[in-house]
């Protein structure tokens, strides 16, 4: 465990910020072809974003308002947010630069890569077809050090720090997604307007990667309750809440020194198990929700105590 607890922070840190500087890529680009979905009369604009992040305070103290050029800075190229994609893929350099010893040569490289990338392509955000592109590669670099990772690191603890931050990471995102997406998106939805809410909640999917798998698995309409149930308790879709705390067990039961963590996480499991989705009106929902996140950081604090 010597060479572990020199690294373990690292390296569990190094997978949080990839994953992520990728899922924030993703919203972006899915709020973008969702605002071109809807009607004019349905105002959505780009706040949800922030409210996503957590970040409504910063915000507020950088920009006098949140329209698409502003939120585009802040989330992708603003090294005043910490959460920005350039400030995560710098931290992620930074966090591989230290652990070059323990991960694949490949990985590194392309780490160093995807940091440049970003570093360079700040001037074009601007202009949306440029942006679009932009981000597309931020997600697919992404998934190439994933694959890379999954392919040539040892399967040994220092993989199991890095997939707990991964999945860690992903678990926060799809509950914040989650709660943001259902509460903001359409609020006074009028009879008239209803099959924009279908698109409000393919927008949810798409946020996830999760819309093909979802049709796949469901083989029925975009419905609130279906997807509530496909994100929370879905056991083998990799962004479902179930499936990540499942391989969130698998990781920890991997490490030595694991019992207040795992008591942790199956606190979570059991509050996710116990739960109805389909019953969930809105105000449940982030009640849910909210719970969820709390036992997440707990988790995460839990995991850090033990091993960093």
């Known amino acids: 465990m010597s060479m572990l607890s020199r690294v373990a922070s690292n390296i569990y840190w190094l997978g949080r910020y990839l994953e992520r500087a990728e899922n924030s890529a993703r919203i972006m680009n899915v709020n973008s072809n969702l605002l071109l979905d809807l009607p004019k009369t349905i105002r959505l604009g780009w706040q949800p974003i922030i409210e996503i992040v957590s970040a409504q305070t910063l915000f507020k103290q950088l920009y006098s308002e949140a329209n698409e050029l502003n939120v585009a800075h802040f989330i992708i190229t603003d090294t005043n947010n910490p959460g920005s994609i350039l400030s995560s893929l710098i931290s992620a350099r930074e966090n591989a630069r230290t652990i070059r010893e323990v991960i694949p040569r490949e990985a590194w490289e392309q780490i160093n890569t995807l940091y440049l990338l970003a570093k360079d392509a700040q001037a074009g955000i601007a202009n949306q077809r440029h942006r679009y592109a932009y981000l597309n590669k931020i997600i697919l670099a992404n998934q190439a050090i994933t694959g890379i990772l999954s392919g040539t690191m040892t399967h040994d ?89 499942h391989q969130v067990q698998f990781c920890l039961s991997a490490l030595p020194n694991n019992s207040e963590a795992l008591s942790e996480l199956k606190t979570v499991q059991q509050q996710l198990i116990q739960v109805n989705p389909r019953l969930l009106k809105q105000d449940k929902l982030h009640e849910f929700i909210d719970d969820i996140q709390l036992g997440l950081n707990a988790i995460h604090s839990k995991t850090a105590t033990s091993y960093f």
């Open 157 to 245: 603890a220092g993989y199991e720090f890095l997939r707990l931050g991964r999945n860690i990471e992903r678990a926060d995102m799809t509950t914040r997604i989650l709660d943001v997406r259902s509460s903001t998106l359409l609020p006074d939805i009028e009879p008239s307007q209803a099959p924009f809410e279908n698109i409000q909640w393919m927008s949810v999917l798409k946020s996830l990667t999760g819309y093909q798998m979802y049709r796949r698995e469901m083989r029925v309409r975009v419905k609130r309750e279906d997807v509530l149930c496909f994100l929370l308790q879905n056991n083998k879709f990799p962004r479902s809440l179930g499936h990540i705390l």
